[in-house]
């Protein structure tokens, strides 16, 4: 399927299954917004839980926090956001569209040959780099990169913008009384560092973790749930000693590489990409990548901050926020290796990975599904339950098996149309196990359990249904 036919058939199969909507879709929706449903949830759910037990659980030095979106004011300027958070942009004159100008010049780099594309993006990123407006304008003008909608090549100037969406705390409107919402998570670890440090009699290294909503006003939001304007990060801040920080970077872009490996996507599907300009506060930087229906795109980064966070925050608050290191005798203030990774671009990873079409045609007939293959501890349902009849005590032995199961995992208990049909329809929603309860089960205490991804099915004992799904849907 051509890939832009992939993203169009994901979008849509996650509106008919319950898995994404529009944000507002009555009122003719919100852009770049969006809500999860019923089994978009229960799937981003166990992608947060999946990365928070990796993240905390499974390591011996890192503790996870849940910090509140909004922060002091102050903690913005000393974060740099006030100043730093933009994006160079361009408008259109004719068509008033505004857009990013990495993306403008992207989107036109890839209507061209490798050799040329190449050579127009490594221009970008050098007058990204300089910080030269200037010569970004010229470099969309001398190759003649017109707007989509007013096709004229009619451009202002190339202007920075704040992605922040900020608004008032309290009754009175002033300027004093502004909050943001929080741009990303990783501030509220900052700030609570000795707080974790003090409390959890942390050593180092050691990290702290947390997930959770962050917003900025995105100019150009595409690319379904890849670029909202609100969403949410699995951040995790590691506080090393000056002078390790190279040694940990590399640790943690190997570990987390092998986190993406663990959700059993090919090596292929990834790819590092590391910064050519860096962010004001990081000294090494990299981007995961990984395979989306519209290219490899970033999922993932790993930023090597220096101690400029903690630094700031020592300046701005008046606080001290040093680490006293027993082994060495001394007060510094810790360097950090960040991992920051979206849950929604994740969600939208494993649609991707896991979305298929396959034709199961015979020379008899003609057939095909659809089937989400997710890895079954992600899968939204683990097990459906079908009773072959609505009666006949069947729908009761049924129910018993979900009773014995739902303190453990997601059942499903289905009894309308034909058992075809019910597969079919468990395929759609990525549920990896179906048993099938009949007669035959009064008579033996056995069930037929359907295997998703194979779609072979076998007889095994009623009683062995819990044990063999929790062995398959365990993350460790
Ligand atoms: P991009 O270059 O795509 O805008 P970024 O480099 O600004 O991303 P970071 O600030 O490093 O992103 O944020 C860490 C992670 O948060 C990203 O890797 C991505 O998965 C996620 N993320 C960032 N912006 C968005 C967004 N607007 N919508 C969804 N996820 C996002």
Redesign the pocket.
């Known amino acids: 399927m051509a890939n832009d036919n992939k993203l169009q058939a994901i979008i849509g199969h996650c509106k008919e299954y319950g898995f994404i909507f529009q944000s507002s879709e009555i009122y003719d929706g919100l852009s770049a917004v969006y809500d999860y449903g019923q089994y978009g949830a229960e799937l981003k759910k166990n992608i947060r839980d999946y990365w928070w037990r990796s993240m905390t659980q499974m390591q011996d030095n890192i503790v996870g926090i849940d910090a509140a979106i909004f922060m002091h004011p102050t903690v913005w300027k000393a974060s740099g956001h006030v100043d730093n958070f933009s994006d160079p942009m361009i408008d259109n004159k004719d068509s008033q569209k505004r857009y990013r100008v990495d993306h403008l010049i992207e989107g036109y780099a890839e209507t061209l040959e490798a050799d040329a594309a190449a050579a127009i993006i490594k221009q970008m990123e050098l007058l990204l780099e300089a910080n030269d407006f200037a010569g970004l304008k010229s470099l969309i003008e001398d190759n003649k990169i017109n707007c989509a909608i007013s096709g004229t090549c009619n451009w202002t100037d190339v202007r920075q913008f704040n992605l922040m969406f900020s608004t008032e705390m309290g009754s009175v409107a002033d300027e004093a009384n502004v909050v943001y919402l929080r741009p990303?998570t990783a501030q509220g670890i900052f700030v609570n560092f000795l707080n974790v440090q003090k409390t959890g009699r942390m050593k180092i290294p050691f990290g702290i973790a947390q997930t959770g909503k962050a917003f900025?006003n995105?100019i150009v939001a595409r690319g379904f749930i890849?670029?909202?304007r609100e969403?949410e990060?699995m951040e995790m801040q590691f506080f090393v000693k000056p002078g390790t920080q190279k040694e940990w970077y590399e640790y943690w872009k190997e570990t987390r590489m092998k986190w993406h490996l663990s959700l059993g996507i090919g090596a292929d599907k990834y790819k590092f990409h590391d910064h050519v300009k860096l962010a004001h506060y990081a000294d090494m930087a990299c981007d995961i990548e990984y395979d989306f229906p519209m290219g490899f795109k970033?999922?993932?980064?790993v930023h090597s901050r220096t101690d400029f966070d903690l630094k700031q925050h020592q300046q701005f608050s008046g606080k001290k926020l040093t680490y006293f290191d027993t082994d060495i005798n001394q007060h510094y203030v810790p360097y950090v290796i960040e991992t920051?990774?979206?849950l929604?671009?994740t969600v939208m990873m494993i649609l991707s990975e896991a979305y298929v079409e396959e034709d199961l045609s015979t020379e008899e007939k003609q057939d095909s599904r659809v089937v989400l293959k997710f890895p079954p501890m992600l899968a939204p349902i683990k097990l459906a339950v079908l009773p072959l009849t609505k009666k006949d005590g069947l729908p009761e032995l049924a129910k018993e098996l979900i009773n014995d199961c739902r303190s453990q995992f997601k059942c499903f208990y289905e009894e309308k149309d034909s058992i075809g049909k019910r597969y079919r329809r468990m395929d759609a929603l990525g549920t990896p196990f179906c048993v099938t309860i009949d007669h035959q089960t009064k008579e033996d205490g056995t069930v037929t359990i359907r295997y998703r991804d194979s779609m072979q099915q076998e007889r095994i004992a009623l009683a062995d249904v819990k044990k063999l799904v929790m062995e398959k849907i365990a993350m460790f």
Do not use: K, L
């Open positions: 990303e900025r995105e890849f670029r909202m969403f990060q970033e999922v993932e980064g920051s990774i979206g929604d671009r």
